[in-house]
Each structure stands twice: as C-alpha cells, then as structure tokens.
C-alpha cells in the first residue's frame, strides 16, 4: 500500500497524517501546530471486547515524552484503528500550539477524531 496522506483544518488550525500498512500493521504519523514533533507513540492490538465478546476493541500501550500532552490522542486513535481494523496499530503525535485556550483544545480535539474518522474511512475502503 502507497502511504495515504491526510489534512484537517479549522481557522488557524491544521492538522496532517501519514498512514501507511507495513505488511498487515498500521504505522500512523500526526503532527500540527507551530512545532510538529513526536510527542507521544500509542501502539495497540485488538482482542475481543471485555463488554461482549462478539465484537472487537483493542488494547493500547503509550510512551509520552516528558512535558507533552498526545498520549490521549494516540491512546484513543490506535486502539480506534485496531479495534475497527482488527490489526495492530502504532500511531505517533506531536501537536503544538503556544498558549491555547479551553475552548482552542477543544476544537484539536475535535480535528483529530476527524483526522482519524478520515483514516479510518480510507482504510477500511482500502481493505
């Protein structure tokens, strides 16, 4: 599979991803802001769901550098991706804004359930 590339923006917000399959995995790359970095890698595999057994979700590990905040962004997408996808899922994220307001992190996050709904969308065409 060709890497995907994908964009997300409102206002002076814009957030981009790169998705790619290594074999059957999902390597997911996220970044925005005035500083794109890696600050937080989420890495997840899927197993049955704990509720009902019958449908699927996932289990995650996260590394967060020291200071940085993604950890949930990529908790939250990788174990989205491996649940939906039932394949093992490594998403990195580094977004950065100086000086954001509630309301500001809020629309963030609010862009990368988007971004990832994106992602989601393309890979399970792509299947």
Known sequence: MKPYAFEVSKGRFKIQALVQKVGQDILVSMWGGTIPHIGAVGMATPRPSLRDPKKMSATSSTFTYVGHKEDAVVKRVSELLAGRL??????????????????????????????????????????
């Open 86 to 127: 039932k394949t093992k899922v490594v998403v990195s994220a580094g977004i950065h804004w100086d000086d954001l307001t509630s309301r500001e992190i809020d629309i963030i996050a609010k862009l990368t359930r988007k971004l990832s709904a994106q992602i989601l969308e393309k890979l399970e065409k792509s299947k």
